[in-house]
């Protein structure tokens, strides 16, 4: 069964520093989600990216982060000058059809920031 | 400021049992809704959708829908201490792609 993926599984870094999550969704599917998880907290949306630009996104998501697609398989999110409160479970997710339509989560990135 | 809630739990039922988790929502646009399962340390598992009022069945799962009363819920018949886990209730509403998240239910089911 197809299935979104995402690496690495673990990702520690300095605050300060820049990462870039990846993420490769179900291959027919062609609108794609990051969310973000904050140990003990629920399931936040981050952004949704659809033909090659952001479809929504929350407040949350400002000018420290960033997302692209950059090939036919791939989508990533770069965090940019990481602070202490990123630290989360990130989620990738694709649907193959629009709004309102099932979401189907990769298994996560756990992104710890020191 | 839409909201999703949820009775955070942990909602404790014998094996062979039902269990029933609920959720209510404050968007009265909201179009889709949907329940994730998600073990500890794990990602979100997609385990039912409902779009119209009623009850939707899928094997040992029935989700049932008013939206009149904004309220959606979760039916888990035959529980198996495999079905332990948290339960996430989410809502799309038709204006918007986001999914929005309950905190979840944790349910605990003993043998």
């Given at each position: 069964?197809p299935?979104?993926?995402?690496?690495?599984?673990?990702?520690?870094?300095?605050?300060?520093?820049?990462?870039?999550?990846?993420?490769?969704p179900i291959s027919n599917h062609l609108y794609?989600?990051?969310?973000?998880?904050?140990?003990?907290?629920?399931?936040?949306?981050?952004?949704?990216?659809?033909?090659?630009?952001?479809?929504?996104?929350?407040?949350?998501?400002?000018?420290?982060?960033?997302?692209?697609?950059?090939?036919g398989s791939?989508?990533?999110?770069?965090?940019?000058?990481?602070?202490?409160?990123?630290?989360?479970?990130?989620?990738?997710?694709s649907s193959e059809l629009?709004?309102?339509?099932?979401?189907f989560?990769?298994?996560?990135?756990?992104?710890?920031?020191? | 400021?839409?909201?999703?809630?949820?009775?955070?739990?942990?909602?404790?039922?014998?094996?062979?049992?039902?269990?029933?988790?609920?959720?209510?929502?404050?968007?009265?646009?909201?179009?889709?809704?949907?329940?994730?399962?998600?073990?500890?340390?794990?990602?979100?598992?997609?385990?039912?959708?409902?779009?119209?009022?009623?009850?939707?069945?899928?094997?040992?799962?029935?989700?049932?829908?008013?939206?009149?009363?904004?309220?959606?819920?979760?039916?888990?018949?035959?529980?198996?201490?495999?079905?332990?886990?948290?339960?996430?209730?989410?809502?799309?509403?038709?204006?918007?792609?986001?999914?929005?998240?309950?905190?979840?239910?944790?349910?605990?089911?003993?043998?």
């Open positions: 069964e299935e979104v993926t995402q690496t690495p599984s673990h990702q520690v870094t300095q605050m300060g520093q820049e990462v870039i999550l990846r993420c490769v794609f989600y990051w969310y973000r998880q904050i140990l003990g907290q629920k399931v936040e949306f981050l952004v949704s990216f659809y033909n090659n630009e952001i479809s929504e996104k929350s407040e949350i998501f400002d000018d420290q982060f960033s997302v692209e697609r950059p090939d791939n989508f990533t999110l770069k965090i940019r000058s990481t602070k202490l409160e990123d630290s989360a479970m990130y989620f990738c997710a629009g709004p309102g339509n099932e979401q989560f990769g298994p996560g990135t756990r992104l710890t920031v020191l | 400021q839409k909201e999703v809630e949820q009775n955070s739990g942990p909602l404790s039922v014998p094996e062979g049992a039902i269990a029933s988790l609920n959720c209510t929502y404050s968007d009265r646009g909201s179009q889709s809704f949907f329940w994730y399962r998600q073990y500890s340390g794990k990602s979100p598992e997609l385990i039912m959708s409902i779009y119209s009022n009623g009850d939707k069945e899928d094997g040992r799962f029935t989700a049932q829908l008013n939206k009149a009363s904004q309220y959606v819920s979760l039916l888990i018949r035959d529980s198996q201490p495999s079905d332990s886990a948290t339960y996430l209730c989410a809502v799309n509403d038709q204006a918007g792609t986001a999914l929005i998240f309950g905190k979840g239910t944790t349910l605990s089911v003993s043998s």
